[in-house]
């Protein structure tokens, strides 16, 4: 019998390895990776295709083409196709990333042989009807109009165009550019980016790959491929970063919300994984720096978390809170010397262990099911990454010591370079 009263010996994180995964091609080319995993009767086939916010010539475009893939098709109102997919227990889900996005079927695996088929259709025969899109567009832009009234909303727009410029990555959809856009932009983005760019398809969960690559064979492998990709334009372009102090005034507001960054290493960077270690120290997790200094410290805000975020060709390094309005100079006061500190004092032992534990925990827990692998291994494709990269990712973090971390906070924490947004009803 257990014995409640003994508190569990504690047992080191050990890493299992990356699941096992196949991959084959359709007749028409296209790749799919097969991840069998688990014993429950469901499934995922995630097509993934390589286009995004970064491809689109019109502001809006591919959000709204890719949250309007499953709103009609040539033989299904969007009412239909949803009430389809509810008698089959599935469901069909987009989303749009800057450089990848995703059209995903979530089904049991009894009826993959109907669903496959919907998935298909949704992709390939998209019809964006009229009606659906001028819905879309007024909740749009009354959602924005609500958004821009709230102080975080405005502070994060104003922190992504100050710190990325014209740079594809700094885009915010407005009220504006849903006002202008037309059905002809969403139509043209799905003709000329959702099917010409390149595809791949990851299936993962419970089924018989024979069964399931002739299945795709049937609906997918007929496609016919556009082999003429276009360019991401954040290959053609340049950051250019606005440094300093922005406000943007806002009456009658009872707080700010502030946020500060600059640019920094993308996701692929030798020292992106190590800096994960860095970020979570000062803001990353309850725990933090900034939580016990400006949190329960000084009581100047509920939360406030930091870090460094990583995309494919540039990354950013943030720190987001929210204060009242005459705390704002003493919270910003408080995070450099925070940020001071780490570049000069070397973190105790214990501290960085239970980091090191929190990101090792992290890491382990996004290989729990076969959705999460999936969506791991897009990401690590993604960014040009081996399977093996969690792996040494996962050693990285269970080794790296306060020298590196005292080294890493002097070079890649810049407070001269700082980006510093503040919105609300702030008096500098």
């Not at 406030?304 to 494919?312: C, D, E, H, Q, T």
């Not at 000069?344 to 032992?349: F, G, M, Q, R, Y």
Request: hydrophobic share 35%; glycine share 6%; with cysteine.
């Amino acid at each position: 019998m257990l014995d409640r009263t003994r508190q569990p010996d504690i047992k080191p994180f050990v890493y299992q390895g990356f699941p096992n995964f196949e991959t084959a091609f359709l007749e028409n080319g296209i790749e799919v990776i097969y991840i069998p995993f688990g014993n429950i009767p469901v499934l995922e086939v995630q097509l993934v295709i390589r286009t995004g916010y970064c491809y689109e010539t019109v502001n809006a475009a591919a959000q709204a083409a890719f949250k309007l893939l499953t709103d009609g098709t040539n033989r299904f109102s969007s009412y239909e196709l949803s009430e389809v997919l509810d008698s089959y227990g599935s469901e069909i889900s987009t989303s749009v990333g800057f450089e990848q996005s995703t059209i995903t079927l979530s089904t049991p695996t009894k009826h993959v042989h109907k669903t496959i088929e919907l998935l298909s259709e949704v992709y390939t025969q998209a019809n964006f009807p009229s009606e659906e899109w001028l819905t879309y567009q007024q909740r749009m832009i009354k959602s924005l109009e609500i958004e821009e009234k709230k102080t975080n909303a405005m502070a994060n727009r104003l922190f992504l165009k100050k710190l990325w410029g014209d740079y594809p990555y700094g885009k915010k959809a407005t009220q504006e550019d849903f006002q202008t856009l037309q059905w002809e932009n969403i139509y043209n983005f799905h003709k000329n980016e959702i099917l010409k760019n390149e595809v791949y398809i990851i299936v993962s969960g419970n089924y018989k790959v024979d069964m399931l690559h002739k299945l795709l064979n049937q609906n997918l492998g007929v496609i016919s491929l556009n082999n003429s990709s276009t360019l991401s334009h954040s290959k053609l372009k340049i950051p250019q970063s606005e440094q300093g102090l922005h406000v943007h005034y806002m009456e009658n507001q009872v707080q700010s919300s502030i946020k500060l960054g600059h640019l920094s290493v993308p996701r692929n960077h030798p020292d992106y994984e190590a800096l994960q270690v860095l970020g979570t120290l000062l803001g990353g997790f309850f725990g933090s720096r900034l939580m016990k200094n400006i949190r329960e410290e000084k009581g100047f805000t509920y939360g406030i978390y930091g870090g460094f975020v990583g995309m494919k060709e540039k990354g950013y390094f943030v720190i987001s809170t929210d204060v009242a309005n005459e705390y704002v100079d003493s919270t910003l006061k408080e995070i450099y010397k925070e940020m001071e500190i780490l570049q000069s004092e070397k973190v105790e032992e214990h501290e960085l262990n239970i980091v090191k534990n929190y990101l090792m925990g992290n890491l382990l827990s996004l290989l729990e099911t076969p959705f999460q692998i999936a969506d791991m291994l897009a990401l690590l494709r993604l960014n040009g990454l081996k399977n093996t990269h969690l792996e040494e990712t996962f050693y990285l973090i269970k080794n790296i010591d306060s020298n590196k971390i005292m080294e890493l906070a002097c070079k890649y924490f810049n407070t001269e370079n700082l980006v510093t947004v503040v919105a609300g009803s702030y008096n500098y």
